[in-house]
């Protein structure tokens, strides 16, 4: 199994960026734990983090014929973009969207998603596990 991971913009700046919402754990460190499970689960892992909206949509593109599965955290783009909504949509492949922080308790307009609506199922508010959830539920879908 083979699954793609995409992190959204400002992503890259996690750990310094609003600890307070987002924590303390960098990006580095969630993709290592993340490469840690699938090494575990027998799952082939790469990651990759664009800020911009237009490399999202390409890496989701060309996600469709190399993976078997794609978790994404779109970040804000999760409130507006509905050309990356469209490009989720257009995979044959599940897709689970995750975002650290409860969007739900945050500021109403980021409560709700657009682009949750294209995945398969949504993980949210767990800070870095989310991730780890994300991965271990696609195991489960893919496999079965």
């Known amino acids: 199994m083979r699954v793609l991971v995409v992190h959204g913009p400002n992503l890259n700046l996690l750990g310094e960026r609003q600890p307070e919402i987002y924590g303390t ?10 490469m840690q ?3 575990h689960l027998g799952i ?3 990651t990759t983090q664009h800020n911009a909206e237009g490399a999202i949509i390409d890496a989701l593109h ?6 078997d599965a794609v978790i994404i955290n ?14 989720i949509a257009s995979l044959r492949v599940p897709v689970v969207e995750v975002h650290l922080s409860n969007l739900a308790a945050r500021e109403t307009h980021r409560r709700t998603s657009v682009t949750a609506g294209s995945c398969k199922g949504y993980v949210a508010g767990f800070g870095g596990r989310s991730y780890l959830m994300a991965l271990r539920a696609l195991q489960e879908i893919v496999k079965s």
């Open 44 to 46: 082939e892992l790469r």
């Open 62 to 67: 060309a996600a469709r014929e190399e993976y």
């Open 25 to 34: 754990q960098t990006l580095a460190e969630i993709d290592a734990a993340l």
């Open 74 to 87: 779109p970040g804000a783009y999760a409130h507006y973009s509905y050309a990356i909504a469209d490009a």
């Open 37 to 39: 499970e699938a090494k």
